[in-house]
């Protein structure tokens, strides 16, 4: 494998990392291949020396995944402390309206998909009954109802086929806005801290 | 070797590495491989948390038309050293007293 190739083969498999962390293992990777060939080693050579690229990239990402949170406020000075107590009725007061009026956005936010669910069960349901009982009805009752209980079963179907779409499509929204908000809130009161 | 152990071991190998004069990757990784197994991928987590502890500090130099990074040991790094250093002399003592335990019997 040429230098290259490897350096390649590195890049793609670091490929999710944000680009000024994947400069810097990329130049470590490279000052590794490029120390040895300085030092007298075939080109070949000094990349057969180090790991695979994958190896490397793995230790790489798993460096980078030992992050863990620590809770942190800017409480530097008695002052702050002081000053933190006595605001508290204030300030926790706005803390919790904001909170509750963030949670009822969620609730409101969160009724769309729900609505989309429940709509595509009971649809289902209904498409169900009204198809698989339409021929009894067009033999026991008059040929009409059962023709038009037929098309109200194609019609929930139909109707089924929209709430399904729906739902698939507000889920994973929802979903990424729950954790948006999330990351954020935490991004107030915890620091990312390395593990070590 | 107990993994632990060798990363305990490993860090302060990489500190000591540096104590006589700056150095760069593959320097370290050939002056501890001499006496402990190393490799790129095991280095560069070090040397990043030691450079987060503050145990060491990274400069580029231009070398052959090319960037390369050097490690320098801080006073920081230096107190990590002579720490295990002190810590070591407890630990042979502990040692001495497991020998002296096994041969008795």
Known sequence: MTEKEYLDALNKALKWLPKPEKEICFNYAREMIEDRIENGLPEAEAVAQLESPQQMAKAFLEDRGSLKFKFSLPINSVMTVILLILGFPLWGALLLAGLMILLAGFLLAGCVPFICVVMTVSLLFVALVSVSASPFVMVSVSLIAGVIQLGVGVMALGGLILAALGASLTIPWFKAAVMKTAQFLRSLFFQEVSKW | ?105
């Open chain 2, 1 to 105: 070797m107990d993994s632990q152990l060798k990363k305990g071991l490993l860090e302060i190998c990489v500190l000591a590495a540096l104590a006589k004069q700056d150095s760069y990757g593959y320097q370290i990784i050939k002056d501890v491989s001499q006496v402990i197994e190393i490799s790129e991928s095991t280095l560069y987590p070090i040397l990043k948390r030691l450079e987060a502890s503050r145990d060491l500090e990274t400069y580029s130099v231009e070398h052959n038309s090319r960037l390369r990074k050097y490690y320098r040991l801080t006073d920081s790094g230096r107190r990590h050293i002579a720490d295990f250093l002190d810590d070591w002399k407890s630990v042979m003592a502990v040692i001495d007293f497991i020998k002296g335990e096994v041969h008795h019997d």
